[in-house]
């Protein structure tokens, strides 16, 4: 979808991705954990948007997200916030004072929430 917008991609999955998507023009492919790519390092570039549909605790995602807003190698953020079988309050809460952003419940999402900071 995103390389269909004409983006250039970087695909961050430990599995690998669907060969007709990792063949698509602007498409790089990265078979590492999404939480090993330290923001901070020169060998990771900055990016208009991080994209995050990686399941994971929601504690997990708020450090990650945490460590790219403080390097401000981000400009915009669409994440899914996964809960297990509890609903993870106090995350939804320190998601939700991350400012400029917002926390919503849309139609796709099943028990998980879209953080956007745009
Ligand atoms: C819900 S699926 C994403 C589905 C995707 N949005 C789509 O439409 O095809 C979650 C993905 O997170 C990946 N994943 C799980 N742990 C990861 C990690 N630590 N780092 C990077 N990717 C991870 C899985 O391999 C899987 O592809």
Sequence with gaps: MLASLGARVISIDKAPLDPRIAAMPGVEMRRESAFGLDPRSAAVPAVDWLCSDVICYPARLLGL???????????????SVKFQRETDFAVIDAFKAIPGSRLMHLSANKHELTWVKL
């Design 65 to 79: 997200v945490q460590r790219w807003l403080a390097t401000g190698k981000a400009r915009r953020f669409v994440c």
